[in-house]
C-alpha cells in the first residue's frame, strides 16, 4: 500500500532553515507527481510547493517563493523541502501528498518558527 513518511520537522528560530523528507513506498514513485501541504492551527491545509515526476516542473505558493526549495530523488523514493528564512507564519503541520484516482498524504512532521 501506499505509504508517505515525513521527518524532518522541529522547532527553529526566526531566520532559521529546516529541510524536510517524505519516504514514499508502495507505488512507483518516479512517475507521479509530489506535493508538500501545511495546515496551521485555526487555517485550511494549504499547497506550499508542487514538483512533477522528472522533477523539471516546480510550482510554489507566493508565501514561500524565493524562500523554500522542493526537489526529489527517484533512485531514494523521496522528495524534499528546504524551508530557509523561517518567519513564524510558516509555523504549521507539513504533510507530504501525492495522487492518482485517491489522495495519499503522509502523517505530518510538525515545524514551530518561535524565539
Known amino acids: 500500500q501506499v505509504q508517505l513518511v515525513e521527518s524532518g520537522g522541529g522547532l527553529v528560530q526566526p531566520g532559521g532553515s529546516l529541510r524536510l523528507s517524505c519516504a514514499a513506498s508502495?507505488?512507483?514513485?518516479?512517475?507521479?507527481?509530489m506535493q508538500w501541504y501545511r495546515q496551521a492551527p485555526g487555517k485550511q491545509r494549504e499547497l506550499v510547493a508542487g514538483i512533477s515526476s522528472s522533477g523539471i516542473g516546480i510550482v510554489y505558493s507566493d508565501s514561500v517563493k524565493g524562500r523554500f526549495t522542493i526537489s526529489r530523488d527517484n533512485t531514494k523514493s523521496t522528495v524534499y523541502l528546504q524551508m530557509n528564512s523561517l518567519k513564524s507564519e510558516d509555523t504549521a503541520v507539513y504533510y507530504c501528498?501525492?495522487?492518482?484516482?485517491?489522495?495519499?498524504w503522509g502523517q505530518g512532521t510538525q515545524v514551530t518558527v518561535s524565539s
Open positions: 501528498n501525492t495522487r492518482d484516482r485517491f489522495e495519499y
Open positions: 508502495g507505488f512507483t514513485f518516479s512517475i507521479y507527481d
